[in-house]
């Protein structure tokens, strides 16, 4: 009836050339950072110091460790919307054990374990009962956040203590943060997870065929499973470091994070549809995102301008590589 | 499948009336039609969005930037009532949908022409048509008392003993009805969601329409723009902040499935009216508002579960993997 298809050598790992790393996404990101940077350093003498350069990691630190998990997350096909209310619900946790008299280790844990089962709830009603991940985590959005309100309602929680303040807003060495540092490792190791374990390459390969994979013998749903625990691991840590870094803790804590921390990951080169994607993507688009909100901030640019160029930086990095190949093969349009 | 989505918004629709009556008990005044009445046209709003969300997410697409779209234009018509008011009401809800749609236009263009997926555009218009809100305004306000008189009560004369803005709503969901099953647009935006492929064979034309479906919420977003800033009187770059998410609420709580081609008119109406009915229930029972928001997402998730059981037929699975390959 057909012809059968001649055995295809399937390489490990595909060849790079070096027009293929020119023409990457990270080259096309690592020029955006060139240019915020040089501009930015015309722009406002205060910009190139080491210390205004730390301050800036602020400003992408804790949304960029949600992003680094939220990226695998997304490779797999998956998405996490409800990581923002994970933070609040964590940090609104924490804020219960403080006014119980918790000392700081116990304040870590609880960050971190509230993130974890939050994730991990995500991921059982996903994986247990096979729903779309996009309405679940927007359910549970409001449910985690929501929890944060009813115990919460319009109050707020301070008296964090004194050692407690190191997580956000230590230095560990010279101008490196404790956020900077731990954002930095946790790369490495995201990196080194995905681009270099069999769990890595599984990812990717759910992602592109999840019942392929399914047929091939690879634990679909407990990957999933993973990764979700893992986003609402990394959510815990990032509530850990923002209560850390604000001292006090509002139900409207973290708002907006949710979608901010996608747009990271899909700045940096991640497919929404999930299959492709890398870690250094994500983190060149996290510091870009950095130095445009830094930049436009020295400039005296509000919040909410900002917001456009990071907006319009999304859509036309995304738009830019497809209308270029369109013109290229001259069928625009 | 059509028993079956019959099936679906009349278990929906007696879960409402559980839940009135539920309220009832604790409040006996809930029930009252003049009550209802009340509920139905402070859901107005959300039921008209919810209907334009409706139609991208048949198309297995999503439109994020609809609480924005809805801050700009609603910024827009507040500051010509500011500036002239003299035009006349009807043309100013004119201009609603105009921007609207062009902003929805935006949104399609980019899905339909670029083939970005439509999370992401509407991801980066979100930031940007509130952005641009308040580039228009320069951050200011505008206060009920810049307003004209007739901007503020034009929806809030009653007609029939219904007030206007219930009507705009039962008129825009008249409309979305005879389009969604009377005309040959309606059906192909259920045909793309249901299998791409096959309706690109069928002869439907899927960027094409998946633009004229962004243009539907781009305007209904326009309209309910004008409605919005009219009934709460303040125009400011803070409002509806992060409501595309209830919208979306709306959708899902009506059984409109997010991975396209199921959903009806009667359900984005009924997920609307169940948040609705909520909303206003909480304050008369005595419970704290702030529980509102907890309450709403245990309602997704539950009717995410229950919509998934219905949704679980054999070969669509395969259907959505042989169009991928």
């Known amino acids: 009836m057909s012809d059968t298809p001649a055995p295809r050598h399937i390489p490990d790992r595909l060849d790079k050339p070096l027009t293929s790393a020119i023409f990457s996404w990270e080259a096309l990101l690592v020029a955006v950072a060139v240019v915020i940077f040089v501009v930015n350093s015309f722009a406002s003498p205060y910009f190139l110091d080491p210390w205004s350069l730390s301050d800036l990691t602020f400003n992408f630190t804790e949304k960029g460790l949600i992003a680094l998990a939220m990226a695998l997350l997304i490779i797999s096909g998956e998405i996490d919307l409800s990581v923002a209310a994970i933070v609040a619900l964590a940090s609104t946790m924490m804020g219960m054990a403080v006014q119980a008299g918790a000392g700081t280790p116990v304040l870590v844990a609880i960050g971190i374990v509230v993130g974890l089962g939050c994730g991990a709830f995500n991921g059982l009603l996903v994986t247990r009962l096979g729903l779309p991940s996009i309405v679940v985590t927007i359910g549970t959005m409001s449910l985690f956040r929501g929890i944060a309100f009813i115990i919460l309602g319009d109050q707020a929680y301070k008296g964090y203590p004194e050692s407690f303040a190191f997580f956000g807003q230590g230095y560990v060495w010279w101008a490196f943060s404790f956020e900077l540092t731990l954002f930095l490792v946790a790369a490495l190791i995201y990196w080194f997870v995905l681009h270099r374990t069999s769990f890595g390459r599984r990812v990717f390969a759910i992602g592109n065929n999840p019942v392929a994979c399914q047929f091939s013998g690879v634990r679909v749903d407990r990957i999933k499973f993973i990764l979700f625990c893992l986003t609402g691991l990394m959510s815990g840590v990032a509530s850990v470091l923002i209560t850390s870094r604000l001292g006090s803790t509002r139900p409207s804590i973290a708002q907006g994070y949710e979608l901010e921390a996608i747009t990271m990951v899909v700045l940096g080169g991640v497919s929404i549809l999930g299959g492709a994607g890398s870690i250094l993507g994500v983190v060149l688009a996290a510091f870009i995102m950095g130095l445009v909100t830094f930049g436009l901030g020295l400039l005296n640019v509000p919040g909410i301008v900002m917001s456009i160029f990071i907006g319009l930086l999304l859509i036309i990095v995304i738009a830019l590589p497809i209308v270029w190949r369109r013109l290229r093969e001259g069928r625009f349009a | ?325």
Request: aromatic share 8%; net charge positive.
């Open chain 2, 1 to 325: 499948m059509k028993s079956l989505l019959k099936y679906r918004e009349i278990w929906l629709l007696a879960g409402i009336l559980v839940l009135i009556g539920l309220i009832s008990t604790r409040f006996p005044g809930f029930a009252d039609p003049a009550n209802l009445r009340q509920v139905f046209n402070d859901t107005a709003i959300l039921m008209i969005l919810a209907l334009g969300q409706m139609v991208v997410i048949l198309t297995r697409s999503i439109d994020l930037s609809m609480a924005s779209n809805l801050c700009f234009t609603g910024m827009v018509v507040a500051m010509l009532n500011a500036a002239h008011p003299a035009i006349p009401i009807p043309v100013l809800i004119v201009i609603a949908l105009a921007v609207g749609l062009v902003l929805g236009a935006i949104n399609g263009l980019l899905v339909w022409r670029l083939n970005i997926p439509s999370i992401v555009v509407t991801l980066g218009t979100l930031t940007i048509y509130r952005g641009a809100t308040f580039v228009l305004s320069g951050g200011a306000w505008v206060n009920a008392d810049r307003m004209s008189a007739d901007f503020i009560n034009f929806q809030r004369v009653a007609f029939l003993g219904i007030p206007v803005l219930s009507w705009i709503a039962l008129l825009v969901i008249a409309l979305f009805f005879l389009a969604m099953t009377r005309t040959a647009i309606g059906r192909s935006i259920y045909a793309i969601g249901v299998n791409p492929t096959a309706s690109v064979y069928a002869g439907i034309d899927v960027g094409r329409t998946k633009f004229v479906v962004f243009c539907i919420s781009g305007m209904v977003s326009g309209l309910a723009g004008y409605l919005w800033i009219s009934r709460y009187v303040i125009a400011s770059v803070e409002v509806a902040n992060g409501y595309e998410l209830n919208i979306i609420a709306a959708c899902v709580i009506g059984g409109i499935s997010i991975a396209g081609g199921i959903g009806s008119v009667g359900g984005a109406v009924l997920g609307s009216l169940f948040l609705g009915i909520i909303s206003n229930a909480l304050p008369v029972i005595n419970i704290s508002p702030f529980w509102q928001m907890a309450i709403s997402g245990g309602a997704i998730i539950l009717a995410v579960v229950l919509n998934a059981r219905g949704e679980r037929r054999q070969g669509r699975i395969i259907l959505r993997k042989a169009e991928a390959a």
